[in-house]
């Protein structure tokens, strides 16, 4: 194995494979979760080659080790005798039961980052093709009328689309449950029966004259249902998912063996989606919108001040690993808005990091930290900036806090022109193409964003040739 010195290093340092309840990964990092971590030991594991920083951060022991982290858990989990769909080493009672020690809050970024980090990849590669698409017709290459068009747009769009179906999967899997009941639970919520019952008339309407009005279009035993359209949806999914991995387990321990292969699916499913189309989609949907809606209030106050805030914070809040839950909020803004004005203010981070770290690559005589700098500009432009952060500016604080000024004032730019993410995807030059408007194409947002993200770039070499130039990394020659 091409890593098998690192792996058993790590895995070693972590306290041993015995010590690891359960591991996956995310775009740089190692996630673990471990039985005791105070059996881990960090400066072992920050000396490995390779490993370029350890957090604790969200109830998770993380080892980063960058853009080739996909290939290293492969091995990982060949190493400890794992399936990559299966990557943990103890059930769930146990690991519910060692849960019930950590903080809440870690817990809750745990579970979010456990639903999401599975489908990111698709779902920042779907967001590129659809950011292509409206660069495509904006320029007039490519008219939307055309079968290329329709077939690419359906290639980019069909993730989104479905993706109650694959968050079904993943929300089950962590939740304890049995992922394919998970993925029923997001079909039926995605059923196309759906859309044609919310074309027709309604039999009546509910809370009429209210911010609670709600058509209906069908009852279930004579209860009135408030049907709402799921498709691209995130959080009803996740909710009903939930209640089923309880119910599983109840009906698991109560069924005769003979019929838990039927019985338990039939049961789980019919009583957990009712439960779901009934009280919790309509519910959740509801508190959804009022999210939405609350964090664009909050913008038309300050747009700026706002900008500024996310811009600054954002790679502060990635160290920590608390990011996952503005994920959340921006795949929801998404859905229930058609675009998101809050996580696009980071756009700029990306070229805050690399302008730092460009500056000390030229200054610093240090080839160890010389030989990191080159690879992490690159990656942070094409917007992963784990290597720049954890392989350079971590190492040297100044750098990191000149950065993440510079990129705050990317925010405020990017706040004050009104810029929008209208797909989800990623950082760096790609991100520019998640602010095209796909309907009215280039607009003076668009130029903002780069704007903003060329302001950040040349500020934060500015800041760091001048405040920053005395705290480059050792000037002697290693």
Same mark, same amino acid.
Request: proline fraction near 3%; aromatic fraction near 10%; charged fraction near 15%.
């Given at each position: 194995?091409?890593?098998?010195?690192?792996?058993?290093?790590?895995?070693?340092?972590?306290?041993?494979?015995?010590?690891?309840?359960?591991?996956?990964?995310?775009?740089?990092?190692?996630?673990?979760?471990?039985?005791?971590?105070?059996?881990?030991?960090?400066?072992?594991?920050?000396?490995?080659?390779?490993?370029?920083?350890?957090?604790?951060?969200?109830?998770?022991?993380?080892?980063?080790?960058?853009?080739?982290?996909?290939?290293?858990?492969?091995?990982?989990?060949?190493?400890?005798?794992?399936?990559?769909?299966?990557?943990?080493?103890?059930?769930?009672?146990?690991?519910?039961?060692?849960?019930?020690?950590?903080?809440?809050?870690?817990?809750?970024?745990?579970?979010?980052?456990?639903?999401?980090?599975?489908?990111?990849?698709?779902?920042?590669?779907?967001?590129?093709?659809?950011?292509?698409?409206?660069? /495509?017709?904006?320029?007039?290459?490519?008219?939307?009328?055309?079968?290329?068009?329709?077939? /690419?747009?359906?290639?980019?769009?069909?993730?989104?689309?479905?993706?109650?179906?694959?968050?079904?999967?993943?929300?089950?899997?962590?939740?304890?449950?049995?992922?394919?009941?998970?993925?029923?639970?997001?079909?039926?919520?995605?059923?196309?029966?759906?859309?044609?019952?919310?074309?027709?008339?309604?039999?009546?309407?509910?809370?009429?004259?209210?911010?609670?009005?709600?058509?209906?279009?069908?009852?279930?035993?004579?209860?009135?249902?408030?049907?709402?359209?799921?498709?691209?949806?995130?959080?009803?999914?996740?909710?009903?998912?939930?209640?089923?991995?309880?119910?599983?387990?109840?009906?698991?321990?109560?069924?005769?063996?003979?019929?838990?292969?039927?019985?338990?699916?039939?049961?789980?499913?019919?009583?957990?989606?009712?439960?779901?189309?009934?009280?919790?989609?309509?519910?959740?949907?509801?508190?959804?919108?009022?999210?939405?809606?609350?964090?664009?209030?909050?913008?038309?106050?300050?747009?700026?001040?706002?900008?500024?805030?996310?811009?600054?914070?954002?790679?502060?809040?990635?160290?920590?690993?608390?990011?996952?839950?503005?994920?959340?909020?921006?795949?929801?803004?998404?859905?229930?808005?058609?675009?998101?004005?809050?996580?696009?203010?980071?756009?700029?981070?990306?070229?805050?990091?690399?302008?730092?770290?460009?500056?000390?690559?030229?200054?610093?005589?240090?080839?160890?930290?010389?030989?990191?700098?080159?690879?992490?500009?690159?990656?942070?432009?094409?917007?992963?900036?784990?290597?720049?952060?954890?392989?350079?500016?971590?190492?040297?604080?100044?750098?990191?806090?000149?950065?993440?000024?510079?990129?705050?004032?990317?925010?405020?730019?990017?706040?004050?022109?009104?810029?929008?993410?209208?797909?989800?995807?990623?950082?760096?030059?790609?991100?520019?193409?998640?602010?095209?408007?796909?309907?009215?194409?280039?607009?003076?947002?668009?130029?903002?964003?780069?704007?903003?993200?060329?302001?950040?770039?040349?500020?934060?070499?500015?800041?760091?040739?001048?405040?920053?130039?005395?705290?480059?990394?050792?000037?002697?020659?290693?």
């Amino acid at each position: 194995m091409k890593y098998e010195k690192m792996i058993q290093e790590v895995i070693a340092g972590v306290g041993g494979a015995e010590n690891i309840t359960s591991v996956y990964h995310c775009v740089t990092r190692l996630r673990f979760h471990l039985k005791d971590e105070g059996k881990a030991n960090d400066d072992a594991i920050k000396n490995i080659e390779g490993v370029l920083s350890v957090i604790k951060a969200g109830g998770q022991y993380q080892v980063v080790v960058g853009q080739k982290v996909g290939e290293v858990y492969k091995e990982l989990i060949s190493f400890l005798g794992l399936e990559e769909q299966d990557s943990n080493l103890i059930d769930a009672s146990e690991m519910k039961a060692g849960m019930k020690e950590k903080k809440v809050k870690s817990s809750l970024f745990d579970l979010i980052s456990g639903i999401f980090t599975p489908i990111l990849g698709i779902m920042v590669g779907s967001g590129v093709i659809k950011g292509v698409l409206a660069l /495509l017709t904006a320029t007039g290459i490519l008219a939307s009328t055309s079968g290329t068009y329709q077939i /690419l747009y359906m290639i980019g769009d069909g993730f989104f689309t479905f993706m109650p179906i694959l968050l079904g999967y993943t929300a089950m899997k962590k939740f304890g449950g049995t992922p394919f009941i998970g993925l029923a639970i997001g079909c039926a919520l995605v059923y196309p029966s759906i859309t044609t019952i919310l074309a027709g008339e309604p039999l009546y309407t509910l809370f009429s004259g209210t911010i609670l009005e709600s058509p209906v279009y069908i009852t279930f035993l004579g209860i009135p249902v408030i049907l709402k359209s799921y498709t691209s949806t995130v959080f009803p999914v996740v909710v009903i998912c939930y209640l089923a991995s309880k119910l599983e387990k109840f009906f698991n321990k109560r069924i005769n063996d003979m019929f838990k292969m039927f019985a338990v699916p039939a049961l789980t499913l019919t009583f957990s989606l009712v439960a779901g189309f009934l009280v919790i989609g309509p519910f959740v949907s509801i508190v959804s919108d009022l999210l939405g809606a609350a964090i664009s209030a909050l913008y038309s106050v300050s747009a700026v001040a706002c900008g500024f805030l996310y811009g600054s914070l954002i790679q502060l809040c990635v160290v920590f690993g608390v990011h996952w839950g503005f994920v959340a909020i921006s795949i929801n803004n998404l859905s229930t808005m058609g675009y998101d004005p809050v996580t696009i203010a980071g756009l700029s981070s990306a070229f805050g990091q690399a302008g730092v770290v460009l500056v000390i690559l030229l200054k610093t005589r240090n080839q160890k930290i010389k030989s990191v700098c080159a690879p992490a500009i690159l990656s942070a432009m094409l917007g992963i900036t784990e290597p720049a952060i954890y392989g350079v500016t971590l190492q040297n604080k100044m750098s990191f806090i000149l950065a993440s000024i510079a990129s705050g004032l990317g925010g405020a730019i990017i706040g004050m022109g009104g810029v929008k993410q209208y797909f989800y995807g990623t950082n760096g030059i790609f991100g520019w193409l998640q602010v095209i408007n796909p309907n009215t194409g280039f607009d003076s947002s668009v130029a903002a964003s780069i704007i903003a993200c060329v302001v950040s770039f040349v500020v934060s070499i500015l800041l760091m040739a001048t405040i920053g130039k005395n705290s480059i990394p050792d000037l002697k020659k290693v």
